[in-house]
């Protein structure tokens, strides 16, 4: 099978990770400060990261990047597990997970954009393009049938602000470590072994910056009163085991193995017609027609978009 192929599989591994990450967390965001969740879900995820590298004697240290390549890794680090992410929850509370997932729908066109400016032959050929907004229109769908909730105009608006300042973030943050994957990719198991490092090493500004953010909290000490509850914690040590360890793990791989970062996106934004799976096997909402024609447009958009040429 081509790298190409298994980046797909990659990438759609972890988009149900982040989809199941989201269904356990989602319960405890109303209790816990997004300011705590991102440096301790960050915490978690680097220090299974350092224990994996010890059992499968993964080098902690590539010496053949050139220096510039280790800054690229850490600034999108910050960019994307820092500000992209606490930027992201904050937006959250704001507005809600509907109107977010509406702008976040919106996020492949930035990374496409991003692509066309620094990376070589980012070029998409007809059915990835077709397959593109093919996958919008389905989230568009999906996104909108549920925007009920009226809430103040301007709250609204500075929540999708927020959002559109996290997707610029993150998107950076991820076109920025493509220049660094492409030129170091090696193939087989110990290519696979490299990109879980970059993947450990991005999560270190995502660690000590957050943690400093939330030190800088004025009520830090309130912020951690729910955590004293195994209802609250439990599912947030569980989400963090599955979101930026194994998750972001292969979402990593996906983003390596697959020549054009946009196409990457597009297959992780399936992550939302899981979250809404999930919610009716689990969760007991409704699966309308919309949400039916929703998933079969993403599902659609995403075979086409994940054809190589």
């Known amino acids: 099978m081509p790298e190409h192929y298994y980046g797909v599989l990659f990438a759609i591994f972890a988009s149900i990770l982040w989809s199941v990450t ?8 109303n209790n816990i400060s997004p300011f705590l969740i991102n ?4 915490s978690i995820g680097l220090a299974l990261f350092v224990l994996l590298f010890f059992i499968t004697n993964i080098p902690f240290w590539y010496n053949h990047l050139y220096n510039y390549e280790y800054t ?5 680090g910050a960019l994307g597990m820092v500000l992209g992410d606490t930027i992201f929850i904050y937006a959250l509370n704001k507005i809600g997970a509907n109107r977010v997932a509406i702008v976040d729908s919106f996020s492949p066109l930035v990374i496409y954009s991003y692509s066309l400016l620094l990376l070589p032959n980012q070029s998409l050929h007809f059915f990835q393009i077709i397959g593109f907004f093919i996958t919008i229109i389905g989230l568009l769908i999906l996104t909108y049938e549920n925007d009920y909730e009226d809430i103040d105009y301007k709250v609204k608006r500075f929540g999708i602000l927020l959002v559109l300042v ?5 998107g950076l943050g991820v076109v920025y470590l493509k220049v660094v994957l ?4 090696e193939s087989g198991l110990e290519g696979i072994k490299l990109n879980l490092w970059v993947t450990a090493f991005r999560l270190i500004p995502g660690v000590i910056l957050s943690w400093i953010i939330f030190l800088f909290q004025k009520n830090k000490h309130q912020l951690l009163l729910p955590l004293k509850k195994s209802n609250n914690y439990i599912p947030l040590i569980i989400a963090s085991i599955l979101g930026p ?12 193995f697959i020549s054009k970062p946009s ?3 597009i297959i992780t934004q399936t992550s939302v017609i899981f979250i809404v799976l999930l919610s009716w096997l689990f969760l007991k909402e ?5 949400r039916i024609v929703s998933t079969i447009c993403v599902f659609s958009g995403v075979i086409l978009a994940a054809l190589n040429n």
């Open 182 to 185: 492409n030129r170091v990719q």
């Open 245 to 256: 360890f194994f998750a972001l793990g292969f979402w990593i791989l996906g983003y390596a």
């Open 22 to 29: 989201v269904t356990i967390i989602k319960p405890i965001t």
């Open 166 to 170: 996290a997707m610029t973030c993150t």
């Open 263 to 265: 196409v990457a996106s």
């Open 286 to 290: 409704k699966l309308t027609k919309l």
């Open 72 to 76: 690229i890794i850490l600034i999108s």
């Open 39 to 42: 440096p301790i879900k960050n």
